[in-house]
């Protein structure tokens, strides 16, 4: 097992409904976080906090497995001929 111990600073945030979100906010500055992930409605409605993105599980499934874009086709584009 590992121990990990990340030192949480106190966060100011205004906007936040339900203060015990703060430790969340604390714990993903602390370590450096690229992402909150959550389902908490008062946390995605912050959208984000102190430049980390807050999203949703399926959100962030998206942006690590982008689904292919299906070509969109020109319509002033010469069509190959048979």
């Known amino acids: ?5 990340i ?3 106190a966060v100011y945030a205004p906007d ?5 979100d703060t430790i969340i906010l604390s714990c993903a500055i602390g370590g450096g976080a690229d992402f909150i992930v959550s389902g908490d409605n008062h ?4 959208k ?5 993105p807050i999203v949703t599980p399926t959100q962030f499934l998206a942006l690590l ?5 299906t070509p969109v086709s020109d319509p002033d584009e010469p069509r190959p001929t048979e």
């Open 1 to 5: 097992m590992t121990l990990i111990v």
């Open 7 to 9: 030192a949480a600073e």
């Open 16 to 20: 936040l409904r339900d203060e015990s």
């Open 43 to 46: 946390l995605l409605s912050l």
């Open 48 to 52: 984000a906090f102190a430049l980390i």
């Open 65 to 69: 497995n982008p689904q292919p874009q």
